[in-house]
């Protein structure tokens, strides 16, 4: 196929508000260099870590919560720890952790045969451990991502997918399933255990829900009252209302696991349901980052507390696998262009829209859904 010199694409221009996000039509498409493959982007997810690498979110010195400046950014400019990884951010930068499409050209060392194949590309990209330990890189954040018509990914990262799916519904999974998954890995969520999943309506934790239920777990999903009947759908046992008093609600010492994606204020309360010998994981803080502990409810009940950003390469590998076999579904709620990314991404702060948001290139809009 012939491929253009140029493509539409977001710009993310600096870390603030929406206004730093550009869209431009003639934005060189990018070359594969070694070991890897240029990618027809089908669709692309929105996701938290869009949002919080725009604003810097990831640095220190921010505490409160990823939605207090998602709009309008924070009103810095930070160098320092500003991606998962913990790398500064050089701009402009495209964004965009979830992509789905076609490879249709290769780099030096790449397999040619792998023109046509339709695939999704590693979120969260597993690096041989540095001087710190585990190390990761984020598609989207420290290099280029999904948001434009083409993208370049290194080969070993990009899996192929057979689905009768759409790019559309596929480019759902990468990001959001594949965090979740890593967290119920990490934690080791076994079959006939009882979990607790806080954000439940949301992109991972939508997805959590799914792949507990997959594993055989009882589970227990914390989201607002007038999504409850999206989370049961998605094979929840129980709902808690967000604003609901846990302890009463729950009880005290009364679950296995806590899957944790808001934190904040009611995070002493997620701590106290946990069983003697309970687990939780985290990987995000919208409700905000610093939390209050007693250590001697840590110790005194031989608790458990897990971080997860690094995937292994199986996680993403097992992932595509429960995808292929129909294990878990997608949840779209809305689909935009690329030129309407400033709603897209409010849609997404204001949390209008239950499971997960998808973006297509302007000239696949028309027909994609809404």
Same mark, same amino acid.
């Given at each position: 196929m ?5 493509m ?22 990018? !070359? ?5 493959v ?20 990831y ?10 400046g ?5 009103g ?14 050089t ?10 499409g076609?490879? !249709? ?17 590693q ?10 330990g ?28 057979e ?36 954000? $439940?309506?949301?992109g991972?934790g ?13 589970v ?10 999206f989370?049961?759908g ?6 808690v ?29 997620l701590? $106290? ?14 409700g ?68 997960k948001?998808?973006?297509?290139p302007?000239?696949?809009?028309e027909?994609?859904?809404?």
């Open positions: 012939s491929i253009p010199e140029t539409q694409a977001i710009l993310l221009t600096g870390y603030g508000g929406l206004d730093r996000l550009k869209v431009v039509d003639d934005h060189p498409v990018p !070359v594969p260099g070694e070991g890897e240029l990618i027809e982007v089908g669709a692309a997810g929105v996701n938290n870590t869009d949002i919080n690498t725009r604003t810097g979110w640095a220190q010195s921010v505490t409160g919560g990823t939605g207090e998602a709009a309008d950014g924070y810095y400019v930070d160098t320092g720890k500003s991606s998962w990884s913990g790398a500064a951010l701009f402009p930068r495209i964004q965009g952790a979830d992509v789905c076609r490879i !249709v050209a290769t780099g030096s060392k790449a397999d040619e045969g792998r023109i046509g194949e339709r695939v999704l590309v979120s969260m990209q597993p690096q041989e451990p540095d001087e710190n585990l190390a990761i890189l984020t598609f989207g954040a420290d290099f280029d991502g999904g948001f434009a018509e083409y993208a370049v990914a290194k080969s070993d990262m990009t899996l192929s997918v689905s009768p799916l759409s790019d559309v519904e596929l480019a759902s999974f990468p990001c959001a399933y594949s965090t979740a998954e890593n967290m119920l890995e990490r934690i080791g969520l076994g079959e006939g255990e009882t979990v607790l999943i806080t954000g $439940a309506s949301g991972v939508s997805a959590a829900v799914q792949l507990a239920k997959r594993r055989g777990a009882q227990i999903a914390v989201a607002s009252r007038a999504k409850h009947d989370v049961a998605l094979g929840a046992d129980r709902l209302d967000r604003g609901d008093d846990l302890l009463e609600t729950v009880g005290e010492m009364a679950v296995d696991v806590v899957v944790d994606l808001v934190a904040g204020a009611q995070w002493p309360s701590i $106290a349901c946990l069983r003697r010998g309970g687990r939780y994981v985290s990987a995000g803080a919208i905000g980052p610093i939390c209050e502990l007693d250590l001697r409810t840590l110790y005194l009940h031989d608790l458990t507390l897990a971080g997860s950003t690094y995937q292994p390469r199986s996680v993403f590998e097992n992932l595509v696998g429960y995808i292929e076999r129909g294990e878990i579904r997608p949840v779209v709620s809305k689909v935009y262009g690329f030129s309407q990314v400033a709603e897209a991404q409010t849609d997404f702060i204001e949390k209008h829209y239950p499971g948001l998808v973006m297509v302007d000239r696949l809009a027909g994609a859904g809404s």
